[in-house]
């Protein structure tokens, strides 16, 4: 009777760490796709600011097969994601439309999940470049 009751024990002992494993687990992971969810917007701003991708007042989106059309160093780094949505607002201060000048959302969403982190940009007259 007392080796069940041991047996017993440790089987819960070692469901609970193997529980606690796959939660570290799944939090790390969650971590980690928020890391190259803040390092793809990081690479698009990037390219935004190197010119390589001139934009206007819209929304733009990409589904991970469009995210070579972004210029993005990598692309399979990000094979996670469902999306990215980049809209773009014109800025004004006091009134007064500061020109080629925009507020711009970035926002990745993969399965429930979503990361998105909003600056300012300078624009250009054209659209995303397609390629």
Known sequence: ???????????????????????????????????????????????????????????YEYNKIGLSKLMINSPDDYAYIDKITIKTEPLFIQGKLIERIFKIYLNVQWRDHSFSIETLVKGGEDDIKEQ
Not at 8 to 17: G, H, P, R, T
Not at 24 to 41: D, H, I, P, T
């Open 1 to 59: 009777m007392e080796t069940v009751v041991s047996l017993l024990l440790l089987s819960i002992i070692v469901l609970a760490f193997f529980n606690n494993y796959l939660s570290v687990n799944k939090m790390n992971k969650l971590a980690e796709r928020k890391r190259l969810s803040f390092q793809l917007c990081q690479e698009v701003l990037t390219q935004i600011d190197q010119g390589n991708i001139n934009i206007k007042q819209g929304k």
